[in-house]
């Protein structure tokens, strides 16, 4: 697996619509040749293109063959990439099935600055690559690539709903549920939550998982939840908050293993037991976990199976498949001595 940098390559699409005035999806109806366009605006984006010379830069990319890559993009800072080993794994999965298929794995980190789609899209429209992964999504500024010339498969489901994109996510609102049923059953009462980003839909699935459980349980205490980053100093921040706040918690189902280990953190600086005093579930099924002392009790993810399902989705349309397809794979409670 290779990195590379974004540099500022030739207009894309996007360029073409802003330099025309309209939505990206009118552009792309005009350049693909769909008739519902009205005159004056089809005008108005073939000038466009004329001008900016999209058209034969996209003539000369039909007529190039393939790359021979796929570019893995990963919508976080690059500190947050290496300090988080989903994204290794995610990575390990998706590489092995390239590599038997012959293909050259490239990362593309995206951080979340005010203009970050530009580069990224020229990038991935600039001929470069055959088809892209796309994981770690937020929704603040949503990733619109249903338009590209080339296949794009994102890992979990997009946050922005409709569209045509291929997927694959995991069940993270039944693997959140059963967490936090676990706690419930074992005779816990305030059972609280570290629940990570709205902007990820799997923060919002895992948030909305707890908060079905503990309503099954005639329970609901706003007070109870918390929000972090899925990164562990969140998870120890969000503890030491939620301690202030609900002396009394019991138990702490958090959305990520990362943000479970800094809750243990926080939870031994303020002289608390695990599981003696506060039982901990977290989510991901870590190598971390296994490290802790005591072993995390955790839900699993298949996250290689997922980057390898994700690239399997990939090959398929690389290799003429149309249609969109979306696979959402099992998790599994994995009972160690945190709960």
């Keep these: 697996m290779s990195s590379v940098e974004l540099p500022q390559l030739r207009p894309t699409l996007a360029d073409v619509a802003r330099a025309a005035g309209v939505s990206t999806a009118t552009a792309?109806?005009?350049?693909?040749?769909?008739?519902?366009?009205?005159?004056?605006?089809?005008?108005?984006?073939?000038?466009?293109m004329s001008a900016l010379g999209y058209a034969r830069q996209r003539?000369?990319?039909?007529?190039?063959?393939?790359?021979?890559?796929v570019a893995l993009v990963v919508c976080e800072e690059v500190m947050r990439l290496f300090a988080d080993p989903y994204f290794a794994r995610i990575s390990a999965g998706a590489g092995k099935e390239l590599t038997g298929a012959g293909l050259q794995l490239v990362l593309l980190t995206v951080p979340a600055t005010e203009n970050y789609q530009a580069p990224l899209v020229r990038y991935l429209d600039g001929g470069h690559v055959?088809?892209?992964?796309?994981?770690?999504?937020?929704?603040?500024?949503?990733?619109?690539?249903?338009?590209?010339?080339?296949?794009?498969?994102?890992?979990?489901?997009?946050?922005r709903e409709g569209g045509c994109s291929s997927y694959v996510d995991v069940d993270n609102r039944g693997g959140a549920q059963r967490a936090t049923q676990r706690l419930i059953d074992a005779g816990r009462r305030a059972v609280a939550t570290i629940a990570g980003p709205?902007?990820?839909?799997?923060?919002?699935?895992?948030?909305?998982?707890?908060?079905?459980?503990?309503?099954?349980?005639?329970?609901?205490?706003?007070?109870?939840?918390?929000?972090?980053?899925?990164?562990?100093?969140?998870?120890?921040?969000?503890?030491?908050?939620?301690?202030?706040?609900?002396?009394?918690?019991?138990?702490?189902?958090?959305?990520?293993d990362m943000m479970a280990v800094g809750a243990m953190?926080?939870?031994?600086?303020?002289?608390?037991?695990?599981?003696?005093?506060?039982?901990?579930?977290?989510?991901?099924?870590?190598?971390i976990g296994r490290r802790t002392d005591p072993p995390l009790t955790t839900v699993r993810q298949?996250?290689?199976?997922?980057?390898?399902?994700?690239?399997?989705?990939?090959?398929?349309?690389?290799?003429?498949?149309?249609?969109?397809?979306?696979?959402?794979?099992?998790?599994?409670?994995?009972?160690?001595?945190t709960a």
């Design 302 to 337: 298949p996250i290689e199976e997922m980057g390898a399902r994700m690239t399997g989705e990939l090959l398929a349309m690389l290799g003429g498949s149309a249609t969109p397809r979306c696979a959402v794979l099992d998790t599994e409670l994995v009972l160690r001595a």
């Design 265 to 287: 953190r926080a939870l031994h600086r303020a002289g608390r037991r695990v599981p003696g005093d506060v039982a901990v579930i977290g989510f991901d099924d870590l190598p």
């Design 198 to 256: 709205q902007d990820m839909t799997a923060g919002v699935d895992r948030l909305l998982g707890y908060r079905q459980a503990v309503a099954g349980a005639g329970r609901g205490d706003r007070g109870l939840v918390v929000f972090g980053d899925f990164g562990q100093a969140s998870g120890e921040h969000a503890t030491t908050r939620l301690l202030d706040r609900r002396p009394n918690v019991d138990a702490i189902f958090a959305a990520s």
């Design 28 to 48: 792309s109806r005009v350049l693909n040749g769909f008739p519902r366009v009205r005159p004056k605006t089809r005008m108005q984006v073939e000038s466009a």
């Design 130 to 159: 055959d088809g892209a992964l796309v994981v770690g999504m937020h929704g603040r500024r949503p990733l619109d690539l249903d338009w590209l010339g080339i296949p794009v498969v994102f890992g979990g489901r997009p946050v």
């Design 59 to 69: 003539a000369a990319r039909a007529t190039a063959g393939r790359t021979g890559s």
